[in-house]
């Protein structure tokens, strides 16, 4: 039996640039996802979820009206009661410091809204100190308005301010009245920088540098004030009374102002009344002018020599305001004079008197000559223990 044979096509080349052939090799389908199967849950019915809204609403909205009727009760002073009271500041507060004392007197509620209002009106740094008298009925704007220099709640003191005190008798009444504190007097007037033509050339250092500048007068000072604004109350008011015809007679003298001031200073000390100033002149200018040894020796430069050095009265005291030991004009006032002994240095009247000592009197008597001033001393007229030789 013929073999049958199997046709197998050839195709020669004609596929060589397609590359081998192979069977697609196919994927099996995919599982299926499992179907997850559905839970139900309880929600609640939407009107409860609005009730519960509303009712926080109202919850906020009566919170929010109960403290913004605080607040603006606090800002606007809608229920303080009509009451005046009296708050400090004093030189080193903050606006903390501040709010505590407006906290302290009833005037404000709440600090923090205190001091935003202050920051946010840009009024933080108006504040000065003083002892201010304010009514609890004033609002945010008007304690702030009211607690400044120029405020007409700001409280003050009159003082009069005697011929011939000195400095430091200056400084304590201020002390005492509560218008500084006299450590701080003593500071400002030792280095702070007066802008005045008469103090120019002072040395800065000591606390009676401004001696003799300090015009005695009546004032009115604002309690706790600035002892530079106390001292340029003073200084101002000196500048004002030397007015230029008073300033010409000075230059025409032939002695600088200083020396002008500290001679009046001496007789505002010396002499027991009016009159007496421009006789006490005359024997200052006798003993400079005519004696070889032109030492005022008068007792009044030094006890202020005396005070300086916190001593006891000595002739003997080594301090340039010793008359007695140093010849000529003493280096500086020791007081603060007035206009009348500043007008009798300029104007002395004419004598021939070089002593004078104080009677039982309390008025002094002027001699010519050292023998009958020696016999007055000697006698039971004379009882003062201050003597002007």
């Known amino acids: 039996?013929?073999?049958?044979?199997?046709?197998?096509p050839d195709f020669g080349?004609?596929?060589?640039?397609?590359?081998?052939?192979r069977e697609p090799s196919v994927t099996p389908p995919a599982k299926a996802a499992k179907r997850k199967r559905h839970i139900k849950r309880f929600r609640f019915p939407r009107l409860i979820w609005v009730a519960v809204f509303l009712a926080a609403a109202v919850i906020l909205g009566l919170l929010a009206a109960k403290w913004g009727w605080r607040w603006a009760d606090d800002v606007l002073a809608l229920t303080r009661p009509d009451q005046e009271v009296e708050v400090v500041i004093n030189d080193s507060d903050d606006l903390d410091d501040i709010t505590q004392t407006l906290k302290d007197a009833g005037a404000i509620e709440y600090q923090w809204?205190?001091?935003?209002?202050?920051?946010?009106?840009?009024s933080e740094h108006y504040f000065d100190p003083g002892v201010y008298k304010i009514n609890l009925t004033y609002d945010y704007h008007a304690l702030v308005?009211?607690?400044?220099?120029?405020?007409?709640?700001?409280?003050?003191v009159k003082l009069m301010i005697v011929e011939g005190a000195d400095c430091f008798e200056i400084f304590d009444l201020f002390e005492e009245n509560g218008v500084c504190s006299r450590e701080k007097l003593e500071e400002a007037a030792a280095n702070y920088e007066f802008d005045y033509e008469f103090l120019k050339g002072l040395p800065?250092?000591?606390?009676?540098?401004?001696e003799g500048y300090l015009f005695p007068d009546t004032y009115e000072f604002y309690l706790k004030d600035e002892p530079e604004k106390v001292l340029n109350r003073l200084l101002r008011n000196f500048d004002t009374r030397m007015n230029e015809e008073e300033m010409e007679k000075v230059e025409n003298s032939g002695y600088s102002l200083r020396e002008i001031l500290t001679m009046a200073s001496i007789i505002e000390a010396e002499a027991a009344n009016e009159?007496?100033?421009?006789k006490v002149a005359s024997v200052m200018f006798n003993r400079l002018n005519n004696w070889d040894d032109p030492k005022l020796g008068m007792d009044s430069t030094v006890n202020y020599a005396a005070k300086l050095l916190g001593t006891s009265f000595s002739t003997e005291l080594d301090s340039p305001y010793n008359t007695y030991q140093h010849a000529g004009i003493p280096v500086g006032p020791i007081c603060n004079p007035g206009l009348d002994s500043i007008r009798a240095v300029l104007n002395p009247d004419q004598t021939d008197y070089y002593y004078f000592a104080t009677g039982v009197d309390g008025l002094n008597h002027f001699f010519k000559n050292y023998s009958d001033f020696e016999a007055f001393v000697n006698s039971d007229q004379y009882q003062s223990?201050?003597?002007g030789q």
């Open 13 to 21: 080349n004609t596929f060589d640039d397609y590359g081998e052939y």
């Open 1 to 8: 039996m013929e073999k049958t044979q199997v046709f197998t």
């Open 113 to 122: 809204l205190f001091k935003l209002y202050c920051k946010f009106s840009g």
């Open 204 to 210: 800065y250092g000591e606390a009676n540098r401004l």
């Open 145 to 156: 308005n009211n607690l400044m220099a120029s405020a007409g709640s700001r409280e003050t």
């Open 385 to 387: 223990i201050v003597a």
């Open 275 to 278: 009159d007496e100033r421009f």
